[in-house]
């Protein structure tokens, strides 16, 4: 839901600013503008002359308002690449070993791995994502654990049997993950 609503106020944003900016351009070219617009003519500027010459004396003033756009042009574009990078691995290639490969989906190999860790002792929810290239994928594992839980126990027990699990019937060399532990918060037990 959080990744659609992204998507539309971008291609919102970007709508307004590409009609914005055409219907400049298009005035500057030539096309009559209607009354209520912004600019009269080809002659009208943005900023006119008495604007600009306004902090003309001071010296650091245009150098910084370059200085900030140039620094919201380079978030805008690492915002823009981080929007359209793909996070989670899409499929995983499965060495048969006649020489060919198969490609496992990356959602089914996460699924394995939740539910195999979920049924692991002491873990009450977990998560896996999959990262990296499709020849060597990496897992991103969040395991919720129950308040009776041991954090190394649960630990080795994911790597032993469902990260062990899940590399062995992939068929990769190793599986390498980043584990993230919490545990579920719950209210003190009285001591009697």
């Given at each position: 839901m959080l990744k659609t609503v992204n998507r539309v106020l971008i291609g919102l944003i970007g709508l307004v600013l590409v009609l914005g900016g055409g219907s400049v351009l298009a005035v500057g070219l030539g096309a009559s503008p209607?009354?209520?617009?912004?600019?009269?003519?080809k002659?009208?500027?943005l900023l006119s002359d008495a604007d600009r010459a306004r902090w003309r004396d001071e010296g650091w003033f245009w150098p910084t308002v370059i200085a900030v756009l140039a620094v919201f042009l380079l978030l805008a574009l690492w915002w823009l690449v981080a929007q359209l990078r793909r996070r989670r691995l899409a499929e995983v290639?499965?060495?048969?070993?006649?020489?060919?490969?198969?490609?496992?989906?990356?959602?089914?190999?996460?699924?394995?791995?939740?539910?195999?860790?979920?049924?692991?002792?002491?873990?009450?929810?977990?998560?896996?994502?999959l990262t990296g290239r499709r020849n060597a994928p990496e897992a991103r594992v969040s395991l919720l654990l129950e308040p009776h839980a041991t954090p190394g126990?649960?630990?080795?027990?994911?790597?032993?049997?469902a990260l062990a699990h899940a590399r062995d019937s992939a068929g990769l060399a190793r599986?390498?993950?980043v584990v993230q532990l919490r545990a579920v918060k719950h209210r003190a037990e009285r001591v009697s």
């Open positions: 209607p009354s209520w617009w912004i600019h009269d003519g002659r009208d500027v290639l499965v060495e048969t070993g006649d020489g060919e490969g198969a490609l496992l989906r990356g959602r089914a190999l996460e699924g394995v791995l939740v539910g195999e860790a979920e049924s692991l002792e002491g873990v009450q929810r977990a998560g896996v994502s126990e649960a630990l080795h027990l994911l790597s032993a049997e599986l390498p993950a």
